[in-house]
């Protein structure tokens, strides 16, 4: 059996009992980043799991190892940093061949990121399309703005701390009056939805410091 159990986004109380029970009872945790895994082994009690980290460094390398230990009946939970597991993440690719190999998948629902923001963001969420990273190259990035700005329904995409202010600048130079939402440290004390035209939000960003990825949410084209 492979799980694909959700954890917190920030705050550690959201956390189901039910991915509690299953992170408690699973052979192995498979983590993109083992501290996280011991910081929510050290808050519920998950006892002394054994860990396979898996992320973009090693993804190829360890996931012929992960379908052995399936194959052998052990049973698997799939965890990620924070939020739902293969969601912009490599762990669609565990979940992958554990279907080719006819292996049970269960999913223990909980926090996803874009999903919070969007919900909050007061704009459009009866049809939306979400575009995971960023591209990091410029031409990239510039076209599915481009795209996101031409959509009739809202588009929603994560960015890194680090490239933000340019791409929030990207936005602004290319649709300065469209509404947009940057939201960032989810369920976290300091928790922040950043609203209202491109060009203001971007100015907002750039008199403050901000840490860890941020969901950005871009509002439908306006119907003439």
């Known amino acids: 059996m492979l799980y694909i159990v959700s954890t917190p986004i920030g705050n550690l109380g959201d956390i189901t009992q039910r991915a509690i029970d299953v992170l408690r009872e699973v052979d192995v945790v498979i983590a993109e980043d083992s501290r996280r895994t011991h910081v929510l082994s050290s808050r519920y009690g998950l006892g002394n799991k054994k860990i396979i980290v898996f992320n973009e460094a090693n993804e190829h390398k360890e996931l012929p190892r992960i379908i052995e230990l399936l194959k052998a009946g052990k049973t698997?939970?799939?965890?990620?940093?924070?939020g739902t597991p293969g969601i912009s993440d490599p762990g669609f690719l565990v979940v992958r061949e554990a279907v080719k190999e006819n292996i049970q998948i269960s999913q223990?629902?909980?926090?996803?990121?874009?999903?919070?923001?969007?919900?909050?963001?007061?704009?459009?969420?009866?049809?939306?399309?979400?575009?995971?990273?960023?591209?990091?190259?410029?031409?990239?990035?510039?076209?599915?703005?481009?795209?996101a700005m031409e959509s009739e329904i809202t588009s929603v995409f994560y960015e890194s701390p680090y490239r933000i202010s340019k791409t929030l600048a990207d936005i602004a130079a290319l649709m300065p009056e469209r509404q947009i939402v940057v939201a960032r440290e989810l369920t976290k004390r300091h928790e922040q939805f950043l609203r209202g035209a491109a060009a203001e939000v971007f100015k907002q960003s750039e008199e403050q410091t901000v840490k860890g990825e941020m969901v950005v949410i871009i509002a439908p084209k306006p119907k003439d």
Not at 76 to 82: G, M, N, R
Not at 133 to 138: L, V, Y
């Open 76 to 82: 698997l939970a799939l965890t990620t940093d924070s």
């Open 108 to 147: 223990v629902p909980g926090a996803c990121a874009f999903v919070s923001a969007l919900v909050c963001s007061g704009l459009p969420s009866d049809k939306f399309i979400f575009h995971g990273f960023f591209p990091k190259k410029p031409g990239q990035k510039a076209d599915l703005i481009k795209k």
